[in-house]
């Protein structure tokens, strides 16, 4: 099993821009990919960003050029750079990750609330 405890959350003005971490911990060595997903009431969740273990990124087209995720391997983390935040994308933000021993699973973090407000 895989344990993901996200952090940076928080309330920050349009155009500002905040980092998100997700801390892994378990059976880190079957992880194969982490990303990045939100979620808003009455929608379904969304893919923000993933990134492999071997540094291959993907990113949702609303995001590009602004956020960036990036990986410690040696800390086991993932973060999210988030610059230029917009209202619409007040939401909760989670973890994600993929693994494989065999077989595959995903395993999610709880979430961690980003507000763009002024």
């Known amino acids: 099993q895989v344990q993901l405890v996200e952090s940076g959350g928080g309330l920050v003005q349009p155009g500002g821009s905040l980092r998100l971490s997700c801390a892994a911990s378990?059976?880190?060595?079957?992880?194969?990919?982490m990303g990045w997903y939100r979620q808003t009431s009455g929608k379904q969740r969304e893919l923000v960003a993933t990134?492999?273990?071997?540094?291959?990124?993907d990113y949702a087209d609303s995001v590009k050029g602004r956020f960036t995720i990036s990986r410690d391997n040696a800390k086991s983390t993932a973060y999210l750079q988030m610059n230029s935040l917009k209202p619409e994308e007040t939401a909760i933000y989670y973890c994600?990750?993929?693994?494989?021993?065999?077989?595959?699973?995903?395993?999610w973090g709880q979430g961690t609330q980003v507000t763009v407000s002024s």
């Open positions: 378990g059976s880190i060595a079957s992880i194969t990919a």
């Open positions: 990134i492999t273990i071997y540094g291959e990124t």
């Open positions: 994600n990750a993929d693994i494989y021993k065999g077989y595959s699973a995903q395993y």
